[in-house]
Nanobody, 121 residues
């Protein structure tokens, strides 16, 4: 069964850094866009950063200059390096992939289970 497995969340002080990782498991034919969204309590799920298979990136304004998204296409893995973290970055971070499996070659949206990031002194 295909799934996205996230790791790297936790508690960090303001100004600190965290690195999130997400790997797609199962028989993956291809991944077009892969990246990260986040959801704070009471809010909708919002874009943080994504990267296409060709390397094009898309960042939320709040992430520009502080966060960096990267991919290892050979390992079907996406990363999010978060620096200069602020309390308002506190949220559950979800991995996203537009992914096709060898079973049907259809590109579908997949989501990870979410990982908590808390920025607090």
């Amino acid at each position: 069964q295909r799934k996205l497995v996230e790791s790297g969340g936790g508690l960090v002080q303001p100004g600190g850094s965290l690195r999130l990782s997400c790997a797609a498991s199962g028989s993956v034919f291809g991944i077009r866009t892969m990246g990260w969204y986040r959801q704070a309590p009471g809010n909708q799920r919002d874009l943080v950063a994504t990267m296409s298979s060709g390397g094009s990136t898309n960042y939320a304004d709040s992430a520009k200059g502080r966060f960096t998204v990267s991919r290892d296409n050979a390992e079907n893995t996406v990363y999010l390096q978060m620096n200069s973290l602020k309390p308002e970055d506190t949220a559950v971070y979800y991995c996203y992939a537009d992914l096709a499996a060898y079973s049907d070659y259809r590109f579908l949206d997949y989501w990870g289970q979410g990982t908590q990031v808390t920025v607090s002194a």
